[in-house]
């Protein structure tokens, strides 16, 4: 993403809400392969690495004002798995949720 873009997506919600309480940053693919970490070489890292950026860039745009007010969040979250299948996350529950599933049962 161009820092621009996201620059006047950040501009645009403050103008239609007055503040961010919190921001979020979740893109569905960084853009970059999957593969192997042992096959990684410096060319490999630094494409990974692209897809860090704007996710920097975010955070640089909204900590000033998250700082000053003293208060809200920023929350990172990665969708590769709306991208590439990753059944072993389907199963995931934390141990409340186990213990709600078997009670119900």
């Known amino acids: 993403m161009e820092p621009h873009c996201l620059r006047h997506a950040v501009e645009a919600v403050r103008a239609r809400f007055g503040r961010i309480d919190v921001g979020y940053y979740g893109p569905a693919d960084f853009g970059t392969p999957t ?3 042992t096959t990684l070489d410096g060319a490999g ?4 690495l692209r897809g ?4 920097v860039e975010f955070a640089s745009l909204l900590i000033p004002e998250l700082t000053e007010r003293g208060s ?3 929350l990172f979250a990665g969708g590769l798995s709306s991208v590439v299948p990753l ?5 995931w ?3 409340q949720q186990r213990c ?3 009670r119900s049962r």
């Open 100 to 102: 709600a599933t078997t």
């Open 72 to 74: 809200g969040g920023l």
């Open 35 to 37: 593969g192997d970490i």
């Open 52 to 55: 860090v950026a704007p996710a």
């Open 87 to 91: 059944p072993p996350l389907g199963g």
């Open 45 to 48: 890292a630094e494409e990974a």
């Open 93 to 95: 529950h934390s141990p």
